[in-house]
């Protein structure tokens, strides 16, 4: 019978997998943002901003504009972290970021987090995002339960959930304003992000454009020194005070230099290219002379020109070369040709020390050499984009992988259950000797069940659930990553070991030794049978078609899960976990008396919804006969005749044959102390009462023999 319901578990979970793929996937932030995100959702990230710009950059962010200056920028943290829930499924939160540093205000655009569709609503979620309205990140943020200047408080019950939110707020923040140069350099941070208006003559009088002018005179002085000449023989020379090369060129990075010489839709379309710290170098001329010339368009690099900084030189490819058509600026003069040129990030340049462009002036050929004069155009970034006072980017705190902060944080509870797991480990492999002493095990076992109900799982919350199995299958299904999973520490060293000790002994070490919820229905139990309450045992037959209802909940659970997650997560109501050790019973009364039904049964009926009704159980029960190790003995007068192991087995697995059922045992041990016992196990009864007889006829002879002397060992 057991194989034939094995096998059609087995079907029903290959029927519940064709069933969810073919399930459509739900829209993704990156599909929204990739038309926009409404101006009116942007507001609410950004409430003092008036209008907005595209999503544009590296990352991509929106520029946040109050009265027609640049306030700040607003962002998807989905789109600039890829950020995701506990759930492993997208978390977005949009986020908008002033020029300070300061967050002006946030909300969640999309969120899957299985704990918030029961118990946590909205509003928490709301309050939680509330918080970070005016934190500077350039501070410390901490996430804790007393919110304070440097902390933020967790909602209660979702505390994983809190620490997803917190890290893709401050995470994704910290990295726009590193590429909008918010936080700077090293050195003097760079005030790129500032804009006001300004006219050609402006940005020429602060320094901001620099102009080089060359006469064809002084170019054709310098190419003489080298044997050269400018013009071919036979072509009459323009007079020698004519423009030969005329260019003006700067920084155009810092938004006061860029905005205003280009229109929006050219500088968006630009920006758009740019990642972090990558700079923009604008050039422009006029004369007889074109800086760019032709052989670029064969080469792919432009020969005429060049950046030198320190002993670096930087040269312009086609693929980082925009040319522009016309400057949106007053006051710009004539100009032949306009470009600005990338310098890449990697290469090595820093914008805050000063260069040069260096102009590649060639002469007409002269006996197969070409002779070169170069001109320089020095410059270094004006003060107004400088502020050495700022902080420096080396001193903003960084944001550490979360499931590392996590560990740390929670160092001291990993190592109290790392030393109960060893404590549990030593019980399981001694548990030879352990059984052969009651008293020592009846104290080792009650110790546990408290250690495990109240620390374990009232303290620490660490309650093992349906919800991590399926969010596990779930992950290996589409986007497996180990650090979701390990945000919680102690549940991925709970399963973990749970998951070596079904390979080792089977799925009972969870549900007899570290469910908090088991363990409170074993106690109350107890306390039952101290006061007297009767106890019923269910007819083994009933009692055997009763076991299904469980594997029926989880494959069900399954199947629902792959088709609607949301759905799955509410029918995992069945566990009563949640209400019980998650929230300690602080919920709403359905839920309570739902849960204050099941421990009621369980006082007259042993772990009465362990043995019917628990997915979880079912889950890890389908494995278990495929188990290392067969450490429960059993003798072969086990179950014809004595049924007193199956009599005391608290959860009735043991069948009337005599053998243990793997996939209903919670390892208790009960069955390895009576089997120990030479009391209570009717064997070693007989046996101790056959060897007392032996022993009473040796005496007996013994004294026969020896007349009216006394045998030693004799009863006195």
């Known amino acids: 019978m057991t194989r034939y319901f094995a096998w059609a578990l087995v079907v029903l979970l290959v ?47 929106a520029a946040a504009y109050r009265r027609g200056e640049l306030a700040g920028y607003v962002f998807s943290s989905h789109q600039v972290v890829q950020s995701k829930g506990y759930s492993a499924k997208t978390l977005d939160v949009i986020v908008g970021l002033g020029l300070d540093g300061r967050i002006a205000g946030t909300m969640i655009a999309e969120h899957h987090e299985p704990i918030l569709i029961i118990g946590v609503g909205h509003d928490d979620l709301d309050a939680l995002v509330a918080q970070y309205r005016d934190r500077d990140i350039r501070q410390t943020v901490k996430l804790g339960s007393n919110a304070s200047a440097s902390e933020v408080d967790a909602v209660s019950g979702a505390t994983i959930s809190s620490l997803v939110i917190h890290d893709a707020i401050l995470r994704s923040a910290r990295a726009v304003a590193r590429s909008r140069g ?3 350099t090293s050195g003097p941070r760079l005030r790129f992000a500032a804009f006001e208006p300004a006219s050609w003559g ?31 023989e036979g072509v009459p020379p323009p007079a020698g005070n004519a423009v030969y090369l005329q260019v003006f060129a700067g920084l155009a990075t810092p938004l006061r230099v860029g905005r205003n010489l280009l229109s929006d839709q050219p500088l968006a379309a630009l920006t758009a290219e740019l990642g972090a710290d990558d700079q923009l170098v604008f050039v422009a001329g006029s004369g007889l002379y074109s800086f760019k010339g032709r052989a670029y368009r064969q080469s792919g690099v432009f020969d005429r020109l060049e950046v030198v900084q320190g002993d670096k030189t930087f040269h312009f490819h086609t693929e980082d070369h925009h040319g522009i ?24 340049f820093d914008p805050s020390r000063p260069w040069r462009l260096q102009f590649l002036l060639p002469a007409v050929a002269n006996d197969g050499a070409t002779p070169t004069a170069t001109f320089d155009l020095p410059y270094s970034l004006p003060e107004r984009y400088l502020s050495p006072s700022a902080v420096a980017a080396d001193t903003i705190p960084t944001t550490p992988d979360l499931w590392i902060e996590t560990w740390w944080s929670r160092a001291s509870d990993i190592a109290i259950l790392a030393v109960a797991l060893l404590v549990l480990t030593t019980i399981l492999v001694f548990q030879d000797s352990i ?60 399963w973990g070991y749970v998951a070596l000790m079904m390979l080792f002994l089977g799925r009972g070490v969870f549900c007899g030794w570290l469910c908090p919820f088991g363990a409170l229905q074993e106690l109350l139990a107890r306390i039952a049978i101290r006061f007297g309450v009767p106890q019923w045992r269910l007819p083994f037959g009933l009692h055997e078609r009763l076991w299904p209802i469980k594997y029926i909940a989880f494959v069900a659970l399954f199947a629902l899960f792959l088709h609607e997650p949301a ?19 602080d ?61 005391s087995c608290p959860v009735q697995a043991i069948h009337r044959e005599g053998q243990i059922n793997p996939n209903e045992c919670i390892h208790c041990l009960t069955c390895q102390v009576n089997y120990n016992d030479d009391v209570v196990c009717p064997p070693l009864a007989e046996r101790k009462r056959r060897r007392a007889r032996a022993q009473k006829a040796r005496d007996k002879k013994a004294v026969e023999d020896g007349g009216t002397e006394e045998a030693p060992g004799a009863a006195v």
């Not at 990739?34 to 901003?49: M, T, V």
């Open 325 to 348: 058509e016309t400057l949106a600026i007053e006051g710009s003069p004539d100009l032949r040709e306009i470009a600005i040129f990338i310098l890449r990030a990697g290469q090595g």
């Open 567 to 585: 759905l799955a997560i509410k029918g995992a109501e069945i566990e009563p976990f949640k209400t019980a050790i998650i929230l300690k019973f």
């Open 15 to 61: 029927t519940a997998l064709l069933l969810g793929v073919q399930v459509a996937a739900p829209l993704r932030a990156q599909d929204v943002a990739a038309s926009g995100y409404d101006h009116a959702l942007l507001r609410q990230a950004f409430p003092s901003a008036e209008t907005f710009g595209p999503f544009e950059g590296t990352p991509p962010a």
């Open 587 to 647: 919920r709403a009364w359905p839920f309570v008396l739902y849960v204050f039904v099941l421990l009621a049964a369980g006082l007259f009926v042993t772990r009465a919804y362990c043995r019917y009704l628990c997915p979880l159980g079912a889950a890890l029960a389908l494995p278990a006969r495929v188990r290392m190790f067969e450490w429960l003995k059993r003798r072969w007068q086990c179950g014809t005749p004595c049924q007193t192991c199956a009599q």
């Open 435 to 494: 059984v052969k002493r009651r008293r020592l095990y009846e104290r080792l076992r009650l110790g546990f069940l408290i250690f495990t109900l109240v620390w374990l799982g009232w303290l620490a919350n660490a309650q093992l659930s349906l919800v991590n199995v399926l969010t596990f299958l779930e992950a290996v299904m589409t986007e497996f990553r180990w650090d979701f999973f390990l945000l919680e520490p102690l549940i991925f060293m709970l």
């Open 182 to 184: 918010l936080f700077g």
């Open 202 to 232: 402006d940005l020429l009088a602060e320094g901001s454009l620099r102009t080089l002018t060359v006469s064809v005179e002084e170019v054709r002085q310098a190419l003489a020194l080298g044997g050269g000449e400018l013009f071919a």
